[in-house]
């Protein structure tokens, strides 16, 4: 394929990144990974054994980092110092891995993003070596300032993290991608297969998702769903819609025909 996504120099065939929690097991985890076809996946340090709890099961013997680009975040983390230490960390459980995905929430209710917090760790992220792919809202202005700072990519949200609702604001990522010269990724609020068509069509270069699979009746087939979803908006994109009209045209052309 020619079409490839590329974060941080490294190339990807797959533009569906998929997260680890909410699964009812490890299997479950490695099984809807596979079907989803997905090559970044996303492990939240604060809740998932990656090495740091000696005697629990590990995600690393499901999820091989020698298949998967292994990307942690700092999912649970509510202030800039928290989120730092945590990728320390993770640079430390994976000898030396730097890319690593940033979130700062701003409180449990909806666990939107502290932009002030934000913009600090990702400068000092950036500053220490690390590459940062970075959750954000869906504001312009934040977007581009994340990437003149340095982040390898930028990671509007949809709607609120877990909740399913969709892409509530369309043409705020519109803006963001007009000015983007890093991958926009949608990240979060994705519930279903038609949220992530949506998101590919709008011209992201990618979508990071995990409840709209976990949570799902059959993850592993929803998985599955995810993936065409995400290749189906991809390639409507590149092709390019028709345009909108307000009255019918005929499907057939009408021109030389007797009336």
Do not use: W
């Not at 079907?35 to 090495?51: L, P, Y």
């Not at 709890?53 to 983390?77: M, Q, R």
């Not at 960390?89 to 917090?117: C, F, S």
């Not at 991958?183 to 979060?188: G, K, L, M």
């Amino acid at each position: 394929m020619s079409d490839l996504l590329d974060i941080a120099g490294k190339t990807y065939s797959s533009r569906l990144l998929i997260g680890t929690g909410k699964y009812k097991d490890f299997e479950e985890t490695r099984s809807a990974i596979e079907e989803s076809g997905a090559q970044i996946v996303t492990v939240a340090i604060r809740r998932t054994n990656i090495g740091q709890n000696a005697g629990e099961p590990n995600l690393l013997d499901f999820v091989s980092p020698d298949k998967y680009t292994i990307l942690p975040n700092t999912a649970g983390c509510f202030n800039a110092e928290d989120a730092v230490r945590t990728c320390k960390l993770a640079r430390e459980l994976l000898d030396g891995h730097d890319l690593v995905k940033l979130e700062v929430l701003g409180d449990q209710k909806t666990l939107y993003p502290n932009i002030t917090d934000t913009l600090k760790a990702a400068r000092e992220l950036v500053d220490d070596g690390f590459k940062v792919m970075v959750y954000t809202n869906d504001d312009p202005i934040v977007a581009k300032e994340l990437e003149s700072m340095g982040c390898v990519a930028v990671m509007p949200l949809g709607s609120l993290i877990g909740s399913g609702l969709g892409i509530l604001n369309p043409h705020n990522i519109r803006l963001i991608l007009e000015e983007a010269e890093v991958p926009i990724i949608v990240d979060a609020g994705v519930g279903t297969a038609s949220d992530a068509a949506i998101a590919m069509e709008l011209g992201c270069d990618g979508v990071l998702l995990n409840s709209a699979v976990a949570h799902a009746n059959k993850p592993i087939l929803m998985a599955s769903a995810m993936r065409k979803a995400i290749e189906a908006g991809r390639e409507s994109f590149l092709a390019g819609r028709m345009p909108r009209k307000a009255y019918a045209a005929a499907s057939s052309p009408l021109d030389g025909v007797s009336r």
